[in-house]
């Protein structure tokens, strides 16, 4: 997907790049969605069977709906800045 629209204070030379800057491609192959989905169904399982409470609860949860989130989307951040790709075939 690229950005189609640029405002003009952008159009200059050194700001141009924008222009053909990629949002969100997806970056996570389907081994890596489901290791992802099984983790954050593992923590919210041992959340409401009282395994883990209290803090490491929060921040594990935390970790969970992230994992989901990105799962769905296809999509890691963290993926970006160490050019990681699980899917396989770059585009």
Do not use: H, W
């Not at 923590?43 to 769905?72: D, E, N, R, W």
């Amino acid at each position: 997907m690229y950005v189609t629209f640029v405002p003009d204070f952008l159009k200059t030379e050194k700001l141009y790049l924008f222009s053909n800057l990629k949002i969100m491609k997806k970056n996570m192959g389907t081994i890596d969605r489901v290791i992802r989905i099984l983790v954050a169904v593992v923590i919210i399982a041992l959340y409401f069977m009282g395994q883990i409470t209290g803090i490491a609860a929060i921040i594990l949860l935390v970790f969970a709906v992230v994992f989901i989130l990105t799962s769905f989307m296809s999509f890691c951040p963290l993926y970006l800045p160490f050019g990681i790709n699980t899917g396989g075939k770059k585009e």
